[in-house]
């Protein structure tokens, strides 16, 4: 692996490297299971390449934050020469941009959506991500008027309702999979419960409700780590005005109907 990277890391000069490892928190995760010196001693190897060769690029992903990992397990020492990296969701204007795109290129039966109809569809789905954007553009049936195929508001809603029901709703089936696979089972069972209590709440609810909420059964300590935790990896978002609620609105539904 030396010599691969000394390779790259001198080709790099012209032409630069990119090195991409998925899921790392999830690798090291199971490897610290079974030995955590092994863990340690890869985490360090891979500290130890990005310093030996600085003309590589390496971006580490995953759908566990690193952070997250890196503090419960104490190895913080062996991500702390990275940079994090959040990636966001379309904003409203690119959103529009992709949807006019699949809608009109992309899809069997081509549609337009007016200003209104953008406008709803995204406030529907909440976190404009170009998957669920996909899943829910794939459920629109439009209507003709004026010899044009369109998506009003109402064929939104509809397609909605389609995308939350069987087998359109395992779009959503990660979410839960994710929670159960890939979060320690101290700290999964307090997660649960809040994710249950926000799917009740479309307007969300503060961390010091939450925790009279869930009191005696889960500590305010508990509460405050898995708040982190579910914020980290994507499944609900802090408000300015410091209530937590869900990134999307229709993963609360689905969360309400499938797993509270």
Request: hydrophobic share 35%.
């Amino acid at each position: 692996l030396d010599a691969i990277l000394s390779h790259l890391n001198q080709d790099s000069q012209e032409k630069p490297t990119l090195i991409l490892l998925d899921e790392v928190t999830i690798c090291a995760s199971n490897i610290i299971k079974i030995s955590p010196d092994e863990c340690y001693q890869l985490l360090n190897s891979l500290r130890r390449f990005r310093d030996a060769y600085p003309n590589i690029r390496w971006m580490l992903t995953g759908s566990i934050g690193l952070d997250h990992f890196a503090k419960h397990h104490q190895v913080s020492g062996a991500f702390n020469n990275l940079h994090p990296f959040l990636i966001e969701p379309f904003n409203a204007q690119i959103a529009t941009d992709f949807v006019n795109h699949y809608c009109q290129q992309e899809v069997f039966d081509t549609f337009i959506l007016d200003d209104e109809a953008h406008k709803h569809l995204q406030a529907r789905l909440g976190w404009l991500s170009p998957y669920y954007l996909e899943k829910l553009c794939l459920q629109i049936l439009p209507t003709t008027a004026n010899n044009k195929r369109i998506a009003d508001c109402k064929v939104i809603d509809q397609a909605c309702l389609k995308l939350l029901q069987h087998p359109h709703n395992q779009a959503f089936s990660g979410w839960p999979e994710h929670l159960n696979r890939n979060i320690s089972d101290d700290i999964r069972p307090s997660c649960k419960a809040i994710l249950n209590k926000l799917s009740e709440h479309d307007a969300g609810e503060s961390r010091d409700s939450l925790r009279i909420q869930l009191e005696p059964e889960y500590t305010p300590e508990q509460v405050r780590e898995a708040l982190n935790i579910l914020s980290n990896d994507g499944f609900i978002k802090k408000q300015p005005n410091g209530k937590y609620h869900f990134v999307m609105q229709l993963l609360a539904n689905y969360w309400q109907e499938y797993q509270a």
